[in-house]
């Protein structure tokens, strides 16, 4: 019989459950981002190599603001660190829209401002999950949030997609009533970022125990967390572009785009409930392993058809995989946060912001594999097979992250056997003591 865990709401604090509802509204807003922006971009330049341009530039903004997290933690309550990144990417969304054309200066803004956003969305996310909920409730806690998002993702990007094309009109029309629906989609999500900014506000967060977060000196084990890390921002170089960069491209249609992004969607949702309240720890190897799998097949299948069934299959594949990562991912790096940050002493938020870092090498190395290929061959080429690449380079996180569990449950063992050593040296002292009175 497999051994399962069951943990439920009741396991969390208010703090917890208030931030998962923040989260579930800011929810609405993410997918817009994550896709609907992109299909601007592309509709209005029909250019990919401009995604993907405003894609670093929001990588090169998320890594700099994270540092900057970093001292204003200590000066500047956290509720309104958290609050201004779920702002500030309806403010990158309303400067994307004020431009007259998609310029290179204009990407480069936008692309800047929404990084602010995620590095100040981010940076304070993971420090206050893993402030506000333990190891045990972890897989439960991303399963249920994912859940949540993944049926989110699964009806928003249709309702969109369809709004966006309802404001088409004929001949040389066409482009600005899809253009005017964007506008509104904005003004909606702005309200959104709003309303989440408020919620949040309701609970009681506390900041980093220890002022520095600034190291350059880790563990070892913190080094295999690190290669994971470059490995995952290879992936998101792409994951984030790439359907709404393959769905114009073959369907040039943001209502199709909005029916793809939905196929799977709840399924996926119902598998990530099952596993976040099922799985235990052990189980996040497994776990992990799948979703790099499903990443690979869908890149795969791409690279092999490259026409709309191709791109289906990559869809849905992709569906399943990024929410299956996450499950496995985040509370791994946690856990070695847990770990490292009692036995170094140190500021949760130093691995946190340094873990950004290995984002940032991977993002830049996967969007740049993109644009090489892309200058030198052609984008067809690259949309093609720089997914591929990176799908086969995912699969060595399967061997890291092996060897990083096995050496943390070492470290893990190591360190419960010195606590126990120190302890019964205690308690023979106070024996002794008390023999001599």
Aim: proline letters at 2%; aromatic letters at 14%; a positive charge.
């Amino acid at each position: 019989m497999i051994d399962l865990a069951k943990v439920g709401l009741k396991d969390f604090t208010r703090s917890a459950k208030i931030l998962i509802i923040t989260n579930t509204i800011y929810a609405f807003v993410l997918p817009v981002i994550d896709i609907f922006v992109a299909s601007y971009i592309m509709r209005n330049s029909n250019d990919p190599s401009k995604v993907i341009l405003y894609q670093l530039a929001i990588y090169v903004g998320i890594p700099i603001t994270f540092f900057i997290n970093g001292y204003l933690l200590n000066k500047i309550n956290i509720k309104r660190l958290f609050s201004l990144g779920m702002l500030l990417s309806g403010v990158s969304m309303v400067f994307m829209m004020s431009l007259d054309e998609i310029n290179y200066f204009g990407l480069i803004g936008a692309g800047l401002i929404m990084g602010m956003s995620f590095g100040l969305y981010w940076a304070n996310r993971d420090y206050l999950v893993l402030a506000t909920t333990k190891d045990r409730t972890r897989n439960f806690y991303y399963g249920l949030e994912t859940f949540i998002y993944t049926i989110i993702a699964s009806t928003v990007p249709v309702l969109i997609g369809w709004f966006l094309i309802s404001g088409e009109g004929e001949g040389d029309l066409a482009n600005e009533g899809i253009n005017s629906a964007y506008r509104v989609i904005t003004m909606i999500v702005f309200g959104i970022t709003i309303l989440a900014s408020i919620v949040f506000h309701f609970g009681t967060y506390e900041k980093p125990k220890n002022e520095k977060f600034l190291y350059f000196k880790f563990h070892k084990l913190w080094k295999k967390m690190l290669q994971l890390a470059v490995l995952k921002g290879l992936a998101q170089g792409f994951i984030v572009t790439a359907p709404a960069m393959l769905m114009m491209k073959f369907f040039n249609s943001e209502g199709a785009l909005g029916s793809a992004i939905s196929i799977g969607a709840v399924i996926a949702a119902v598998i990530m409930l099952l596993l976040g309240k099922y799985s235990k720890p052990k189980h996040r190897l497994i776990i992990f392993s799948v979703g790099l799998i499903c990443f690979f097949l869908a890149s795969f299948f791409n690279g092999l058809l490259f026409n709309t069934t191709g791109v289906i299959l990559f869809m849905f594949l992709l569906l399943i995989a990024r929410p299956v990562l996450d499950i496995a991912y985040f509370p791994i790096q946690l856990k070695v946060i847990d770990l490292l940050s009692s036995i170094e002493n140190r500021n949760e938020f130093s691995y946190i912001l340094n873990h950004e870092f290995g984002l940032f090498v991977g993002r830049f190395l996967g969007a740049g594999t993109f644009l090489v290929i892309a200058f030198y061959i052609n984008t067809d080429i690259a949309l093609r097979y720089a997914l591929l690449i990176i799908g086969v380079l995912q699969l060595l996180s399967i061997i890291i992250a092996k060897q990083l569990l096995k050496q943390q449950e070492t470290l893990e063992n190591e360190t419960l056997a010195t606590k126990n050593v120190t302890t019964q040296s205690k308690d023979t002292i106070e024996v002794d003591v008390t023999t001599v009175q």
